[in-house]
């Protein structure tokens, strides 16, 4: 049956027979077969096709789960407007950034408001997000970067094609920097946001409707390798006499959510804290335990009023802030 062709009766007889005895007599694939007349490969595309005319629907339920009370609990402790939390699953990145992501790109379907100003981080996380935004209706922002160009940190995520791809499930515009997020000295910073098309960027930077980011956490201070890192975290080191725990839109963060402008975040072209904060719908996206402290600090900033994270993390965060001991 070709795809997307509307079944015949027999074929959808065939689906519901395979379907029922599948999952609600436990017969394998090979017994439906011989009970239906058939290949076990057919009985997997009519299996397969079920799923895709809406027949068999599956839905997972996890026992352990109990969002409510922890979303209510985060709000509560880190003044947030709202939260979003995925049930448990285990403690790895690669599960959990997908799940986080979807979420979030769930939450922007439904809620971003038509012709918005939605500025864009960088990153795996966003890159997950964008491509699992499934619009709605064509809300049409105006989607543009919170900072230029930094080389290998996107390798893999391309910023650009964050942007494009939000764009257009959004049915919006994407706008782009053409300048590296890190310059020599502030006086080239200022020259390159004096350039026409960077300042259209900065001005709708102080116009922005919603944020959405990802949460960094910081590398090693040996084997760093990446020119941005190598020379922004080592300075601010220096300069501050503390390591951060969290980067934000390439800006770096205490443990305490203090943001030091330091003289080489000054040369950064990127937005600042404050232009993040006027934005009404300030989303941070992140989860897992290995991240918990940069979540954790950069809540403490004020920049976020929306969290998009899992029941774990989200637990050991309420933790954190009460007090309590984590784990």
């Not at 709202?82 to 950034?97: C, H, L, R």
């Not at 964008?130 to 900072?147: E, G, H, M, N, Y």
């Amino acid at each position: 049956m070709a795809k997307n062709k509307r079944p015949s009766r027999d074929d959808i007889s065939l689906m519901v027979a395979a379907a029922q005895l599948c999952f609600n007599k436990g017969k394998t694939q090979e017994e439906v077969g011989e009970l239906l007349g058939v290949s076990r490969p057919k009985v997997s595309r009519l299996l397969s096709q079920a799923r895709e005319h809406g027949i068999i629907e599956i839905t997972i339920r996890n026992p352990i789960a109990h969002n409510s009370l922890v979303q209510q609990e985060l709000v509560e402790q880190f003044d947030l407007d709202d939260a979003v939390i995925t049930p448990y699953t285990v403690d790895q990145q690669d599960v959990i950034v997908p799940q986080i992501a979807a979420a979030a790109a769930d939450y922007i379907s439904e809620k971003l408001p038509d012709r918005a100003v939605l500025g864009l981080g960088r990153g795996y996380t966003m890159y997950e997000l964008v491509k699992a935004i499934k619009p709605r209706r064509a809300q049409r922002p105006t989607t543009l970067p919170l900072s230029g160009g930094v080389g290998g940190i996107d390798a893999g995520n391309p910023f650009e094609e964050i942007l494009n791809v939000a764009a257009a499930a959004l049915g919006g515009v994407a706008k782009f920097l053409y300048a590296p997020a890190l310059l020599a000295s502030e006086k080239f910073r200022d020259s390159v946001l004096a350039e026409p098309r960077s300042q259209e960027i900065a001005r709708l930077w102080n116009q922005m409707d919603w944020v959405v980011v990802g949460i960094g956490t910081i590398p090693p201070m040996r084997g760093v390798v990446n020119p941005y890192f190598d020379r922004s975290l080592n300075a601010f080191v220096k300069e501050v006499g503390m390591k951060p725990v969290a980067e934000v839109s390439l800006r770096f963060i205490l443990p305490d959510g203090r943001i030091p402008d330091t003289s080489r975040q000054q040369c950064l072209v990127a937005v600042t804290p404050e232009q993040i904060r006027k934005a009404k719908v300030r989303i941070a996206v992140a989860g897992g335990l290995a991240k918990l402290p940069a979540i954790y600090a950069s809540l403490l900033t004020g920049m976020f009023n929306v969290l998009v994270t899992d029941e774990h993390t989200a637990e050991e965060l309420v933790k954190l802030k009460t007090g309590k001991k984590p784990g």
